[in-house]
């Protein structure tokens, strides 16, 4: 590790080139850890930091010598952005977080209830388990048989929530244990124990939201389990947001879920109909899950009439989005030949939808590789390589998880994406993009055969993603982030950030503006005025570039899947519509639609604006250096004045 330790010290001075002022709050927000000493982490620390936990877990079984990547070159080239690994590991790559369990490095899981129909309180408890760490749920909410719901007795059984991860998860297991088991009393909780709001976290890091929010978590989950008198979907779906809800609130921003279902399960199809009344009560959870129906290619055609009533849905409000089955599990990539020995009957997909067929607590840690950055085909080569062995290695690292070990020991599953791939096709064009995707991923293939060999682990099943990349790329400073294409000149961008963080004050002090978050509790919102740079296309809204585009990277990238949120053409009627889903679906795994509004919800992530209200909230931003430290040392940076900066 002496080289790696010669070139940390020769950049720990240094800052990277950060684009934009957002950039450098997304890095101070999300990725920077407080040292031991007080002070953030800069950028050169946290590289150091993730290279280090990795090459330091690998030399306890192998002689870091015997491989071709180096702790020296992986740094120098996730220092300059080429590529880089998962955002969780940026985070919680240290050595404690490791030590107890490798959940925090992944990016995603899946859970189905029907591999809990005996335990249905382990269900919940390993989706908050997993959320608190930061690791998004695509999970199956269909059981395969009733479950029933007892009310608890009216004698009441203390329970007091032990201040820590583990405790607060056993505390949801028990209330729901209470609901599950009939004739148990009824359960109460003693908070007594939690540490106060604003004290830092020391493991995962962040800042104690305080007791009321899991307070008021077990309060929504017992109004909603008292309602039924067994498990149903919604139910499920319900609870799960309550949970991921909470989570937000409590510190962990990363939080994410997808409910899957059939596409006959009516119930499902119709919960984020806001126009239903049924679905009032739910209004502020909606927003925490994302939905998926479960659909083959032969029942989009056979079932058209029901399909077309998901549409409708889907035209108006973005969701229910498609998994396409029968697509997921005969295929890697889409120009390969099908596949014989895929036995998988629970179909799970990630929040996000890239990763698919997912095992039942099977987890997918990703890395990214930046194509506007590199330089030549060799240099995009490199930076597969060194994004793969830090996935690789990653899936060596144990969750103390029996459920998931096995099964990750199994299929060693990875997934290295791809973004700035529009500013790649406007600065080089699609047939150098699609050169780049094919040899990028026979190279890998035979990357994978050698490297598997080495460590002495299987072969990865499955190994590329196209992932949405929303906080790497605003890291970055990519418009459009991934496949998407930026949808306006100018724009507000909102970052969403606790409420008592620090870097909060010193950015209201800088003029940017301030908002409290409607949705979650203890959170606020900076505001940044942005501008596309001139060179981008910006999104004509012509569905075919997307869903061309994605079938493009379905053919020749990803054997996983493709994350694509398609804008639907207004001017489309229904017809036209199902008759698009109809075709593409032949040649995706997953389908993903966002709906054009003139009118943006409330507290959009992006909200377009004027070119006058853009330079107007340029002025309003101060530009003079003045220093307010942050954990003693972060200094403030400011909204620039030029175009550059925007």
């Avoid at 909470?246 to 409910?259: F, Y």
Wanted: with cysteine; glycine share 4%; aromatic share 12%.
């Amino acid at each position: 590790m002496e080289k790696l330790e010669q070139v940390y010290n020769s950049y720990k001075d240094k800052e990277p080139d950060w684009k934009f002022p957002i950039c450098k709050l997304i890095f101070y927000r999300t990725y920077s850890r407080v040292k031991e000493n007080g002070e953030r982490e800069s950028w050169s620390d946290v590289i150091y930091r993730v290279v280090k936990n990795l090459f330091t877990f690998l030399s306890k079984t192998h002689d870091i010598a015997d491989f071709d990547t180096t702790p020296q070159e992986m740094y120098e080239l996730f220092w300059h952005m080429c590529c880089l690994c998962g955002g969780r590991s940026l985070f919680a790559s240290t050595e404690k977080i490791i030590q107890r369990s490798s959940y925090a490095l992944n990016n995603c899981s899946a859970y189905s209830i029907n591999s809990y129909l005996d335990n249905p309180s382990m269900f919940f408890h390993r989706v908050t388990d997993l959320l608190m760490q930061g690791c998004g749920v695509g999970f199956d909410c269909e059981p395969i048989k009733i479950i029933p719901i007892f009310e608890p007795k009216m004698k009441m059984c203390l329970h007091v929530v032990v201040d820590s991860r583990e405790g607060w998860c056993d505390s949801i297991r028990h209330l729901f244990d209470s609901y599950f088991k009939f004739g148990h009393r009824t359960i109460e909780f003693d908070y007594s124990n939690i540490r106060a709001k604003g004290t830092p976290l020391a493991t995962f890091g962040g800042i104690a939201c305080g007791y009321e929010v899991l307070e008021n978590c077990h309060k929504r989950i017992r109004t909603l389990m008292s309602a039924d008198s067994y498990l149903t979907s919604r139910l499920i779906t319900d609870c799960n947001c309550a949970i991921a809800s909470a989570i937000v609130a409590g510190n962990i921003r990363r939080s994410s879920l997808l409910s899957q279902f059939d596409f006959d399960n009516k119930d499902m199809v119709n919960i984020k109909n806001f126009d239903d009344p049924k679905n009032d009560y739910r209004s502020d959870l909606s927003w925490c899950s994302n939905n998926s129906v479960r659909i083959s290619t032969d029942n989009i055609e056979r079932y058209e009439e029901e399909v077309k009533d998901i549409l409708k849905l889907t035209m108006k409000f973005s969701e229910p989005n498609f998994i396409i089955t029968n697509n997921i599990t005969s295929f890697g990539r889409m120009s390969d030949p099908p596949n014989d020995d895929d036995d998988n009957d629970e179909v799970m997909c990630n929040p996000c939808g890239e990763a698919s067929n997912l095992r039942n607590a099977e987890l997918c840690n990703l890395s990214e590789v930046f194509l506007d950055r590199c330089s030549s085909v060799d240099h995009f080569k490199k930076c597969l390589r060194y994004a793969f062995f830090y996935c690789k290695v990653v899936s060596m690292m144990p969750t103390f998880n029996k459920e998931s070990d096995v099964i990750i020991r199994e299929h060693r599953r990875v997934g290295v994406s791809l973004s700035s791939i529009h500013e790649f096709v406007c600065l080089y064009g699609i047939d150098r993009l699609k050169e780049y995707l094919d040899e990028g991923y026979k190279y890998l293939r035979c990357y994978d055969h050698l490297l598997s060999q080495k460590l002495h682990i299987n072969k990865s099943i499955r190994i590329t993603v196209i992932a949405p990349s929303g906080t790497k790329s605003n890291l970055l400073g990519i418009f459009g982030s991934s496949i998407n294409r930026p949808l306006y000149r100018h724009f507000i961008r909102r970052v969403r950030i606790q409420s008592t963080d620090p870097l909060l004050t010193q950015y209201q002090a800088m003029g940017y503006p301030i908002e409290i978050d409607q949705c979650s509790q203890n959170t606020s919102i900076i505001l940044f005025p942005m501008k596309t740079p001139e060179y981008l296309k910006l999104h004509d809204g012509n569905m075919f570039y997307d869903l061309n585009m994605q079938v493009l990277l379905q053919r020749y990238w990803a054997d996983q899947s493709v994350s694509c949120s398609v804008p639907i053409d207004p001017n489309l009627s229904l017809d036209e519509f199902y008759e698009i889903v109809k075709v593409y679906s032949k040649q995706l795994k997953t389908m993903c639609f966002m709906t054009k509004i003139e009118k943006t919800y409330p507290q959009a992530p992006i909200e377009p604006i004027t070119e006058e209200r853009y330079n107007d909230m340029l002025r309003r931003i101060k530009s003079i250096a003045t220093h307010v430290p942050i954990g003693g040392t972060l200094e403030a940076y400011y909204g620039c004045t030029n175009e550059h900066c925007s």
